[in-house]
């Protein structure tokens, strides 16, 4: 099953179906989200009780980027990338090889 995106106005976009500028600005979201912060708050009660709840939880670096799904668009952005930039082979008397970017 292909991953959902899902924006904020609730609107749900297959992974594929994004386009290459907003793939890229989701991305570049998630990591300022992971070096800042990413803010997680939830509360509840129960108005019969009298009584109330609140959490608040600050995940970070590879916690948020996970949280966020970071490999996920990472990944679908070098697939992209892969298949429009052609691959260079470096051929030598000895060998020959495949070099890809690290992106």
């Known amino acids: 099953m292909e991953f959902v995106h899902k924006t904020k106005t609730g609107e749900e976009i297959l ?8 793939l890229i600005n989701i991305i570049k979201h998630i990591q300022q989200k992971a070096k800042e912060g990413w803010i997680i708050e939830s509360g509840g ?8 709840w609140y959490d608040r939880e ?5 916690v948020a980027l996970k949280i966020l799904n970071y490999s996920i668009y990472a990944n679908e952005a070098i697939r992209r990338w892969e298949e429009t930039i052609p691959i260079i082979h470096h051929h030598s008397s000895s060998n020959s090889h495949t070099t890809k970017a690290n992106i």
């Open 15 to 22: 992974l594929s179906q994004i386009e290459d500028r907003h």
């Open 45 to 52: 009660g129960n108005a019969l009780e009298h009584s109330m």
């Open 58 to 62: 600050v995940y970070e670096g590879e």
